[in-house]
């Protein structure tokens, strides 16, 4: 029996298929409420969080339970958890109290840049772009060039200080094979309670999320689907196989996107923010910086921390208050007037340019990736 | 990349415990500009993540993986030799 079950949960998922089905999963999500976002979730954490430490209450502080995007995080984080338990990857894994506090500063940056940009690389890039806004690519090109810069800073780190990241010791892993089917079975009951539960209280749109959460979470543990690598690694090993990936899963989730707006289904402005392009490429270097710190981005640092990467737990908890802070700040000052102005590209260009535009850019970056992988040009 | 022909000898171990990607790779690579042509660095990890890494690593590297094993705690033991400068 355990045998089979780790034959079947042991085996990756494929790149190529994860990518599928995460852009399945977002077209899904938008045709049902609104595209994939992690952000706003993670600051209605940081909001409850601040709230019940007794700061002011924000204008419309909806409890975690109720919020859309925080039930999403929710089921990513569940999901991930109960697929680690089923691999039997799931293990509590310490870091160095230097290496946590780098996952907190890339949280705190994550945080800003997600501010700045009006979402973070998933509701600011993924969705943004498939939503044909222009904000989403100008927040690409920073991400890119953050992306780079963090990877600067932590070859440099490692050369200098290689002391900061050295092995913690602090490993509890394994867990037996009883306990863990005992777990799963536990884990999988309290869903599906919480499912019914939704229901029955007149919130079984919630109980959905849940349920696209859980699903997320099990496809980017299983394939280890990972945005921070599309744009770190041509950077670093060269590897391009992840930038393809993310390329392709962008690519086939506007598609969708632009079926539900074209056909009206969905509104055109919808995730078609005031970014372009000031807040969302200063926002993208700066999430991009503290994405590679971290070693994730919201939603992998959310996955990380399902499967018991300790710096990554306090990379979500830094990301949610600091993503809560800077955006009451952001909201009180004059700057929040000065991000950019809408720009949804099909009401400049028409529909055909501006696809063939966007799809264009994707294709240009998994080229840009694998001619790299080749050529070796920026491979550390 | 097996150990039949009896256990193979490191010449240095890496501690990478604990560490999430990049960090692995990062430290992995610094070690092994230390080292000489021929020599086996060790290096212990707990990240899932860096297997396929190290793996995409060696293979632009060029350097030669001669063991990649799951320890009983769950942690990985990777085996890499040094083959050029």
């Known amino acids: 029996m355990k045998e089979q079950l780790d034959t079947v949960f042991r085996k990756p998922l494929s790149l190529w298929s994860a990518a599928l089905g995460l852009a399945t999963a977002n077209i899904l999500l938008f045709a049902f409420e609104k595209p994939w976002t992690s952000a706003d979730g993670l600051r209605n954490w940081g909001d409850w969080l601040l709230y019940t430490l007794g700061a002011p209450t924000p204008e419309e502080l909806l409890s975690p339970l109720l919020y859309s995007g925080s039930v999403l995080n929710v089921g990513i984080l569940a999901g991930a958890l109960l697929s680690a338990l089923l691999s039997d990857q799931f293990a509590v894994r310490m870091s160095t109290l230097m290496e946590l506090a780098k996952g907190t500063v890339g949280g705190i940056l994550m945080g800003l840049g997600a501010v700045l940009a009006m979402g973070c690389n998933i509701g600011g890039f993924v969705s943004a772009v498939s939503a044909l806004s222009a904000a989403g690519f100008s927040m690409m090109l920073g991400l890119l060039i953050g992306a780079y810069l963090g990877l600067r800073y932590l070859v440099w780190e490692v050369d200098r200080f290689s002391r900061i990241s050295i092995g913690s010791r602090m490993f509890l892993g394994s867990l037996s094979f009883t306990s863990r089917t005992w777990l799963v079975c536990c884990g999988l009951l309290a869903a599906g309670g919480a499912v019914a539960a939704y229901s029955q209280k007149g919130y079984s749109q919630r109980g959905v999320l849940l349920v696209f959460g859980l699903i997320l979470g099990i496809i980017l543990q299983r394939s280890r689907f990972c945005l921070v690598r599309a744009f770190r690694e041509p950077f670093l090993t060269g590897e391009s196989r992840m930038t393809q990936a993310a390329a392709l899963s962008v690519g086939v989730s506007m598609l969708g996107f632009s079926i539900l707006k074209s056909a009206g289904h969905r509104s055109l402005e919808s995730f078609v923010f005031p970014a372009f392009w000031e807040g969302s490429f200063l926002g993208g270097i700066v999430f991009g910086i503290g994405m590679v710190l971290a070693g994730g981005c919201g939603v992998g640092a959310l996955w990380r921390a399902g499967e018991g990467h300790v710096k990554l737990l306090f990379t979500t908890i830094a990301f949610a208050l600091s993503t809560s802070i800077f955006r009451m700040l952001w909201q009180d000052s004059s700057l929040i007037n000065h991000t950019g102005s809408m720009l949804f590209l099909p009401d400049r260009l028409g529909w055909p340019l501006s696809l063939l535009l966007a799809l264009g850019v994707l294709l240009a970056w998994s080229l840009f990736a694998v001619w790299n992988e080749k050529a070796r040009g920026f491979a550390a | ?85």
């Open chain 2, 1 to 85: 990349m097996s150990e039949e022909d009896g256990p193979i000898k490191s010449d240095a171990i890496l501690d990478c415990t604990g560490l999430v990607c990049p960090m692995p790779i990062l430290q992995t690579s610094k070690k092994i500009a230390q080292l000489e042509v021929g020599q086996v660095l060790e290096m212990i990890s707990t990240d899932p993540g860096s297997q396929p890494d190290l793996q995409n690593w060696v293979r632009q590297t060029r350097h030669e993986l001669l063991l990649v094993q799951s320890l009983e705690n769950g942690a990985f033991r990777f085996l890499i030799r040094k083959t050029h400068p």
